[in-house]
Nanobody, 121 residues
């Protein structure tokens, strides 16, 4: 079973950037499609972006609007989410997800505990 630990969240101002990290352990990272999701208070969890286990194919949700970029470092068993031009509407808990040999569109079977991102106006 893969263990996922997110980091990099925090409080920033509108227009700022953040880079989230998700370190995976306990498995062969290169076999896993990785994804980022977020959930704001009172709202359903929504898809942000994913990167496929093979070929590095990425897939982004509509909410990204070209502002967020997902990437992975296989040597470090880590997936990143670079978030630029942050808006108050991006405030949410961001979750890392993983699925062995998964599709970039999901579903995902393993989840991290989440990291809080708060964007002030």
């Amino acid at each position: 079973q893969v263990q996922l630990v997110e980091s990099g969240g925090g409080l920033v101002e509108a227009g700022d950037s953040l880079r989230l990290s998700c370190a995976a352990s306990g498995v062969t990272f290169s076999r896993y499609t990785m994804g980022w999701f977020r959930q704001a208070p009172g709202k359903e969890r929504e898809f942000v972006a994913s990167i496929r286990w093979s070929g590095g194919i990425t897939y982004s949700g509509d909410i990204v609007k070209g502002r967020f970029t997902i990437s992975r470092d296989t040597a470090k068993s880590t997936v990143f989410l670079q978030m630029n031009s942050l808006e108050p509407e991006d405030t949410a808990v961001y979750y890392c997800a993983a699925q062995q040999y998964g599709s970039a569109r999901g579903p995902f079977g393993s989840w991290g505990q989440g990291t809080q991102v708060t964007v002030s106006s």
